[in-house]
């Protein structure tokens, strides 16, 4: 074990969903690294990395994605915006792609991998294109999770989001008509301390509403 | 910073889908414990907490929800299995609930939180009841998200399981017909030194495939 429960739990408390980050406090690049790294590590169904995560330094577009965020400044102030998209539908050729990833990495042959793909294939097809974008999206959130989790790790703030408008944002990044789609938005930076809500006593329910226990 | 890049990445490496847990190796309380807290701090959306987590030890219950599994023999196997649910409709009483519990905490009064109140109120009849529960669920992968990221940190080994029979889940830790219903499992533990999946190397896409910087 490399951290101790308390670290854990004292950094799991002092996120929150930051309201107004320090403009010119920006992320170190070993730190953006780790994060960009923890974003390509995340667990998804099958494996299939089913996204697209942009990082948004630029600020003018930083300035450009406010208007499409309900005028959210922490979309303007952060150091970086994480857009995270979702890839639907999943195409064959995609399964392909990871399939020669995972030889690349491991060994074996596509002829080995046969009864692997057929059964991919066969999850994939048997959804609604609906239904393919929402597992695809609830993959992103498996990401957001472990972002939000990384960052408050890295003392970094954040603030998730999915109230923006994510046509718009599809139409700002070059998305519109792609297989990718914004599913969500996260700002992340430093917090400002002018920002009362940094100061405020985390908001959860009882333990026994929350969490039981069988044993 | 509390924690350095490396062990961050070492630690979120080092994760893996479980396939063999060791049957006789338990999760210390303190550890346990430690995972109950970051369920509990898990962020969500209003920070509703539309969700209801099942943490189950006893052997007999794991035991028979395995053919709830599709055979999976971790759901056995593990130390505990995290059962994790959506809670929907939310109801204009668990928002109630909410801003009790945030006046508890933080003081303020109803008619103070009433434009909040019907904020909130707004964003949930504004879904259809299928809306409702896919938005639940989202905030539920959240939750695995945060989970699987704790669990890394603390070298405890997971296994997120989509694969299952919810209904039947719900049958079993008696949910049928009430607001919560099973959404993921994750039995936690420690990995089999037979399980040969743990020694394989991660596959993952190339970066340049699954993130672009935008400077």
Chains 1, 2 share one sequence.
Request: hydrophobic content about 35%; glycine content about 4%.
């Amino acid at each position: 074990m490399t951290h101790s429960t308390d670290s854990i739990l004292e950094d799991l408390t002092y996120r929150y969903a930051t309201k107004e980050f320090q403009r010119d406090q920006r992320i170190a690049p070993e730190l953006l690294n780790c994060i960009e790294q923890s974003l390509i590590l995340t667990p998804s169904s099958f494996g299939l990395q089913p996204w697209k995560f942009f990082i948004i330094s630029d600020q003018t577009l930083k300035d450009k994605l406010v208007e499409h965020s309900w005028n959210q400044q922490q979309v303007s102030q952060c150091s970086e915006l994480v857009v995270l998209t979702a890839q639907a539908p999943i195409s064959e050729r995609h399964i392909d792609e990871f399939l020669e990833s995972q030889i690349a990495i491991r060994g074996g042959s596509m002829e080995e991998l046969s009864g692997y793909k057929s059964l991919m294939i066969g999850f994939i097809n048997n959804m609604s294109e609906e239904q393919k974008l929402q597992w695809a999206k609830q993959q992103v959130y498996i990401a957001l999770g472990q972002l939000l989790t990384i960052c408050a790790t890295l003392k970094i703030d954040a603030c998730p989001m999915e109230g923006i408008q994510p046509a718009q944002y599809d139409k700002v990044l070059g998305l519109s008509g792609t297989e990718y789609s914004t599913t969500l938005a996260c700002p992340i930076g430093y917090r400002s301390e002018n920002d009362a809500y940094a100061q405020m006593s985390k908001v959860r329910f009882p333990v026994e509403k929350i969490v039981e226990h069988i044993q």
